[in-house]
């Protein structure tokens, strides 16, 4: 496609549920992001993907969240046992950046609005 | 602690004047920092990137300046339109490739 798509655009579950969240980055984007955006915190950095490379994990911020990234490509988001907290629109973005000098920008979905009841 | 800050949080503006949005951030060792818009319920729209070595982008109405040294960014909008309304965030990348943001401008071109 065009640009990032992310799925569901939305998603309501119940405490203590896992959730997946996905994410289709550009077709050739190298590097793949995940933030979290929430009232009162702002956008906040998850994970980073670059090709090859042992994934950024600093910004996960419980051992409950995990992602991978398969072929490169596709990337999945899980929560474990979710959380009301956890509540957010979280979205991914993707950019050719291939590391070195930071000059591409980053290329954002509209993001999965997750509400936990 | 790598911070980047947004001020004011909301501004109103009579349609067809010229603004400007501020953006400032805390370590002068920044590697670019890149302006985006968000409409309601959407993702974030990038706007302009601009590198450690450039002082200023500009695209269309739209011009974006870096100043490391005073640790300030400004996004400069010309003859403001109605649809300019939306939620301006800034953010910095300080080398290690992932994004610090602003808390965002909240823009109403008031027609």
């Known amino acids: 496609g065009a640009g990032v798509s992310q799925s569901p655009s939305n998603k309501v579950t119940e405490k203590g549920k896992d959730v997946e969240l996905r994410c289709d980055p550009i077709?050739?984007?190298?590097?793949l992001y995940w933030y979290r955006q929430s009232l009162g915190q702002g956008l906040e950095f998850l994970i980073y993907?670059?090709?090859?490379?042992?994934?950024?994990k600093s910004g996960l911020p419980s051992d409950r969240f995990s992602a991978e990234r398969t072929g490169g490509s596709v990337s999945t988001l899980t929560i474990q046992r979710t959380q009301q907290e956890d509540s957010a629109v979280y979205l991914c973005?993707?950019?050719?950046?291939?590391?070195?000098?930071?000059?591409?920008?980053?290329?954002f979905g509209d993001g999965t609005r997750l509400s936990i009841l | 602690k790598q911070e980047v800050t947004q001020i004011p949080a909301a501004l109103s503006v009579p349609e067809g004047e010229n603004l400007v949005l501020n953006c400032s951030f805390t370590?002068?060792?920044?590697?670019?920092l890149q302006w985006f818009r968000q409409d309601p319920g959407k993702g974030l729209t990038s706007l302009l990137l601009?590198?450690?070595?450039?002082r200023e982008q500009t695209s269309g109405r739209l011009n974006a300046s870096l100043d490391k040294s005073s640790g300030r960014s400004t996004l400069y909008i010309a003859a403001s339109q109605p649809g300019d309304s939306a939620t301006y965030l800034c953010?910095?990348?300080?080398?290690?490739?992932?994004?610090?943001f602003g808390t965002g401008t909240r823009l109403t071109i008031i027609p």
């Open positions: 601009i590198q450690s070595s450039q």
């Open positions: 973005a993707s950019s050719s950046q291939s590391g070195g000098v930071s000059n591409q920008p980053q290329h």
């Open positions: 993907f670059q090709g090859n490379s042992a994934p950024d």
């Open positions: 370590d002068s060792a920044i590697y670019n």
């Open positions: 953010a910095a990348d300080f080398g290690n490739e992932k994004l610090t």
């Open positions: 077709s050739g984007h190298t590097a």
